[in-house]
């Protein structure tokens, strides 16, 4: 019997231990795929966080580091000025990039560092406990907001990729998602076109992905997404949010 789908070389041989309908084993899935047809596996780097994210070390199949939470970008600056020749990527949450790492990553992409982020957004932190993050939904429920975030005490949600679209040296900035078969395609466009911006040498680059959390948000994997496609996406500006003319030929 032909093989039509088999498991890319970016990954190991290890199950991904996420809760049934989280998605990202999808969103890791697809980076190991673009690793793997840009032949970059053996020259990558991965910079993992703390919280769910932070498995992911155990995922790929290239090099990893582990950084303290919110930091790293600061790794992932200084393993890229320390190897220019390597590819260097972050895969973070929402609450490690936008909450413990903001500085971080504001400077890193003022700065135009050129190293790629991929930021996984479920609008909650996921392994700590489910705390709001500052991703959370106007009224949505999580532990430290039992009765919905109020915006007049808590604010609004941040959409990360609008404010770091507007610094001068992050170059390609997307806004995406894995709800459907469709927009999965998108995701691993955007993701490809990130680590071209990389090996091009252009700037910061970072691909935001809309991620579902089902356990957090005690909902079952199917209405997890139908929550996600309702609710998260009127809410956070979609598609490629900039791409400057040098991006535009990758």
């Known amino acids: 019997m ?10 190991t041989e290890v199950a991904f231990s ?60 200084g393993v890229k000025r320390a190897l220019p020749d390597k590819t260097v990527f972050t895969y973070q949450g929402d609450g490690d990039i936008a909450a413990i790492g903001t500085q971080h990553a ?13 930021m996984v957004n479920n609008a909650i932190y996921g392994m700590t406990g489910g705390q709001m993050a500052p991703t959370t939904l106007e009224g949505m429920r999580t532990s430290t907001s039992p009765y919905g975030r109020n915006p007049l005490t808590d604010g609004l949600p941040m ?19 894995v709800d459907s078969p469709k927009h999965i395609i998108q995701t691993k466009k955007a993701i490809r076109k990130a680590f ?4 091009a040498g252009l700037g910061f680059a ?35 949010l900039k791409m400057t003319k040098e991006v535009e030929g990758l």
């Open 2 to 11: 032909e093989k039509v789908f088999t498991r890319t070389k970016g990954l």
């Open 18 to 77: 996420f809760c049934p309908g989280c998605t990202h084993g999808i969103i890791m899935r697809l980076i190991a795929e673009v690793l793997e047809e840009l032949d970059i596996i053996e020259d990558t780097i991965g910079i993992s966080p703390v919280g769910c994210a932070g498995f992911c070390q155990d995922f790929f199949s290239c090099d990893f580091i582990g950084a303290p939470h919110g930091r790293a970008q600061a790794v992932g600056i």
């Open 106 to 118: 504001i400077h890193a992409a003022a700065r135009g560092e050129k190293i790629t982020s991929i």
């Open 159 to 177: 959409d990360f990729p609008k404010l770091i679209a507007n610094l001068e040296g992050a170059v390609y900035v997307a806004s995406v998602s």
């Open 196 to 199: 071209k911006v990389q090996q």
């Open 206 to 240: 970072l691909v935001s992905v809309l991620s579902t959390c089902p356990t957090n948000w005690g909902m079952t994997p199917s209405d997890s997404l139908k929550w996600l496609r309702e609710n998260m996406m009127p809410v956070y500006q979609m598609g490629e």
